[in-house]
C-alpha cells in the first residue's frame, strides 16, 4: 500500500518465485534479512515496482 501511495502499482513478485541453484529466492532474501543483510531484498522489492 505505500507503494500505491507513492504513485507505483503494487509490487510484483514473480521474479521471487524464481529458483537459483534449486532454492527459492524469496526464501533466500528472507534468510538473509534474518543475518542482516538485506541486498536481495531490496533487489526483488526494486525489480517489482512499477510507476502507474
Given amino acids: 500500500m ?3 501511495y507513492n504513485g507505483y502499482e503494487y509490487i510484483d ?3 521471487a518465485l524464481f529458483h537459483e541453484q534449486g532454492e527459492n529466492l ?3 532474501a528472507s534468510i538473509d534479512c534474518l543475518v542482516g543483510n538485506n541486498n536481495r531484498m531490496f533487489n ?9
Fill in 2 to 4: 505505500i507503494a500505491t
Fill in 13 to 15: 513478485y514473480s521474479n
Fill in 26 to 28: 524469496f526464501i533466500l
Fill in 44 to 52: 526483488i522489492i526494486f525489480d517489482g515496482l512499477k510507476k502507474s
